[in-house]
C-alpha cells in the first residue's frame, strides 16, 4: 500500500499551529472588515482547505468566490506572472470589499497578476490574505495584508498544496522531500 507519510519528516507546521493561526486571522479580519462588505476570493485548488477554515473564523456576514488559475509548474515557474485563468468569479465585485485569499506568495507574480484582474473590477478596497509566504524569494513588491507564517524557501505540501497534483489531502504542512518522492513515485 502507497502511504503519503514516508514521504516527509516532521511536520513544518503542525494541524495545531495552523489552527491556531487561522483562529487569530480569522479575528483579524473580522476587526478589520466590521463595517464593510466583505467578498472573500479563493483561488483555487491550492486554497480549498485554508479558505474552508479561515471564512469559519470569521464571525461577520460575508460572500465567498472562486477563481480558478492554472498552477504553473514546479520546473518552470510562471517567469511573466501571466498565470491561466481556468475559471473567472461569478459575481459582480464592483464597490465592494474584496479579500483575495492565497496559499502561498512565492516571487509575488500570481497574485500581482490576479490583484491587477480583480483591480479591473473596481472593488471599493482589495487585500491580500496568503497563509504562507516565503519573503526571500520574492521577484516583485506586493503588499500583503494578513499573512499566516512566513518560512524559508523549501518547498511545502499538504493542507491544500500540492506537488504534480498530489498531497493536497495531508492534514499539516510538510517539506518535501525530492529523493523521497522519486523512490515511491511510479511514475
Ligand atoms: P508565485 O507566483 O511565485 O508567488 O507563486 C505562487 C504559486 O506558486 C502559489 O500559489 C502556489 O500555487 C505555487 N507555489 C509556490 N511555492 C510553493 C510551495 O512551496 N508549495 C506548493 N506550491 C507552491
Ligand atoms: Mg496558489
Redesign the pocket.
Known sequence: MRTMEPVFGRPLITQEQIRARVRELGKEITTAYRQKDLVMIG?LK?TFAFFADLVRAIRLPLHVDFLVVK??SVRK??KS?KVKLVSDLSDDIRDRDVLLV??????????QYLSRVLAKHRPRSLEICTLLSKPSRRQVDVDLRFVGFEIPDQ???GYG??YHQQYRNLPYLAVLDPHLVQKQDPR
Not at 103 to 111: E, N
Request: charged share 25%.
Open positions: 483561488v491550492g498552477s504553473r515557474p510562471a506572472g492565497e496559499d502561498i506568495v512565492d516571487s509575488g507574480l500570481t497574485v518547498y511545502v505540501v498544496m500540492d
